[in-house]
């Protein structure tokens, strides 16, 4: 039954994500995506983290790729690019090969290397059961607001940054008005 | 840990595999289903009639008794149009859209506990068939979470059914739906921390197990503040009148669904009318204490002729009717939104106002555990939140008045 399920999470998550990268439309591409997150949300059910299934459809789902598709329609990007037209100039698309193999090298690297570490677990958690359901959201809230706080907060306010950021971005200055 | 034990916090599915609890949980869908499907018949024919009382007229009264078959004609007849598909259509985003709205509308109902025996401390536990369940067909320790999740999934349904048309107006009212709906979520989520906060659980059977009197209803624990906050967003979020924006006939031909004929049309409809049923459902079950009975005082009212394991049901249903004629009487009587005024609605009125009531209820909780005297740290937070309002009160002058200099108007 595990194995079961994993295989068909992971054949979504692998769909999803190459249907991102291949699809040419970005709809499509943006379609592809949420079957990866679908795919991933699956994966954390299978492993009992119920609440990070549930944020990861809540936000990712349905809020990011939302703005995603938001952003897609309203520049009117929504067909197909001319592939013909290199749009990368002459020197990206070989550097973009070399970097994406060295990183697929990395990656590749740390998977083999840590087979052996992956052994060990660390300390497990309490999953819900029948009499506590809420055992697993307790303890994600106890390192959340307890032991990582100040992580926390910290990634927050780098959101908040970035929210001001892209307003003054996006704010004309008075002098650039041309007066209507 | 059994191999399903994950779908659900119910005794039912604890221990070995076995043909009675399968056979259970396969009957419930099906009921959940079926209950899902005729209630929408039922909601299109009362909302109907009832709009059709308010405006002074008779109402759809040719089918059946009283009109009730009428949306099944209607049904039949959808079916057996023509279904057309729009050249400059996006084909399989086109035929995928109408079913992205559908199956959330019927998942969200299977976290709704449906009845049960929640007195006596039962937990609403039933045994059927030497079975002990829940009169629900899912109860999922993230319970409304759920909810929220699959109300996130349901904007795809309507912005996808707009792009794909390759149309414009379609188009326009999918990026509406998808701007509403997002900013409403927010809002929806932060009255429902309230509840939760209160509750101390996300699981739907444990929130309404916690209901047990009507004081301690979630309505008058939370303060009816978070109540009134949900219960706009929820319309928002269904779309429906006032916040029909998606839809409006009089700027949009017919909205994100202009393109849609035949069966994608009806099932677009009934996605419409079964989110509504799951909405009302769902407010009934997180303040107003789904199938508990009304209890004051340690006596708790009884219906007679009922027998005490279908009463809650019986409960469930009154109390969610009177949601459902709400919602009537709300798109009988109230005029549209204009776009702005949703926004500001939400955005700087609904999210901050929910915001600020969720930490009032987490200080008066604090206060609680650590024993500070209430009398000063109610006012004082009180005092905090008034403040915090004010100053952004000011902003939204200011913003105003910059606004009005470099010459904006609406």
């Known amino acids: ?180 | 840990m059994s191999a399903v034990s994950f779908l659900a916090i119910d005794p039912l599915l604890e221990g070995d595999f076995l043909w009675t609890p399968l056979l259970i949980v396969l009957v419930k869908v099906l009921v959940v289903f079926v209950v899902g499907l005729v209630a929408t018949m039922l909601m299109v024919w009362f909302e109907r009639k009832a709009i059709a009382g308010m405006q002074n007229r008779v109402g759809p009264n040719k089918a059946g008794p009283f009109g009730l078959l009428q949306t099944l004609a209607d049904g039949i007849k959808l079916f057996f149009k023509e279904d057309l598909l729009p050249e400059r259509a996006d084909k399989f985003v086109f035929r995928l859209a109408p079913y992205l709205s559908f199956v959330p509308a019927f998942l969200a109902f299977a976290i709704i506990p449906l009845g049960g025996d929640f007195r006596d401390g039962n937990g609403g536990l039933v045994t059927w068939f030497g079975q002990t369940t829940r009169v629900q067909l899912a109860d999922p320790p993230v319970g409304v979470l759920f909810a929220l999740a699959i109300s996130s999934i349901a904007v795809y349904g309507i912005m996808l059914a707009g792009w794909s048309s390759g149309s414009k107006y379609p188009l326009l009212g999918s990026v509406r739906a998808s701007a509403q709906m997002v900013s409403y979520e927010a809002s929806l989520g932060l009255s429902l921390a309230a509840v939760i906060l209160v509750c101390g659980t996300l699981s739907t059977s444990g929130i309404v197990n916690a209901q047990s009197s009507l004081g301690s209803w979630n309505l008058v624990a939370t303060g009816v503040v978070p109540f009134l906050i949900f219960l706009v967003s929820a319309t928002a979020e269904l779309n429906r009148p006032p916040f029909d924006l998606v839809e409006a006939e009089q700027e949009l031909v017919g909205g994100f669904n202009t393109e849609y004929s035949s069966i994608r049309f009806a099932l677009f409809f009934l996605a419409e009318f079964m989110n509504t049923i799951t909405m009302s459902a769902l407010i009934v079950t997180l303040f107003f204490g789904g199938p508990q009975p009304i209890t004051i005082g340690g006596t708790s009212l009884d219906i007679p002729l009922v027998p005490n394991g279908l009463e809650g049901t019986v409960w469930l249903l009154l109390k969610v009717l009177v949601f459902l004629y709400i919602y009537v009487w709300f798109r009988g009587t109230l005029p549209r939104f204009r776009y702005d005024q949703l926004m500001d609605l939400g955005w700087k009125f609904l999210i901050p106002a929910s915001l600020g009531w969720f930490m009032l209820l987490a200080g008066q909780r604090l206060a609680d555990d650590r024993e500070w005297d209430q009398w000063i740290v109610m006012p004082l937070s009180l005092a905090v939140i008034t403040l915090a309002f004010a100053m952004m009160q000011l902003a939204f002058r200011a913003s105003d008045r910059n606004r009005e200099a470099e010459g904006v108007q609406f």
């Open chain 1, 1 to 180: 039954m595990d194995l079961f399920v994993f295989v068909c999470a992971a054949i979504m998550v692998l769909v999803g994500a190459l249907g991102v990268v291949l699809r040419s439309n970005p709809v499509h591409a943006a379609l592809s995506m949420i079957l990866t997150l679908f795919g991933v949300a699956v994966l954390f059910v299978a492993r009992e983290a119920n609440f990070l299934a549930a944020v990861q459809v809540i936000v990712y789902a349905g809020a990011i790729v939302v703005l995603f598709l938001f952003v897609i329609m309203l520049l009117g990007v929504d067909r197909a690019e001319d592939l013909r037209a290199e749009p990368l100039g002459n020197i990206q698309r070989p550097l973009a090969l070399v970097l994406g193999v060295g990183m697929f090298a990395v990656l590749a690297g740390a998977i083999v290397r840590s087979r052996e570490s992956l052994r060990f677990r660390g300390e497990g958690v309490d999953t819900a059961t029948l009499e506590d359901a809420d055992g697993n959201i307790r303890q994600i809230a106890r390192s959340i607001f307890g032991d990582y706080v100040v992580a926390f907060e910290l990634t927050s306010v780098l959101l908040i940054v970035a929210v001001v950021g892209t307003v003054v971005l996006a704010r004309r200055r008075k002098s650039e008005r041309t007066p209507s």
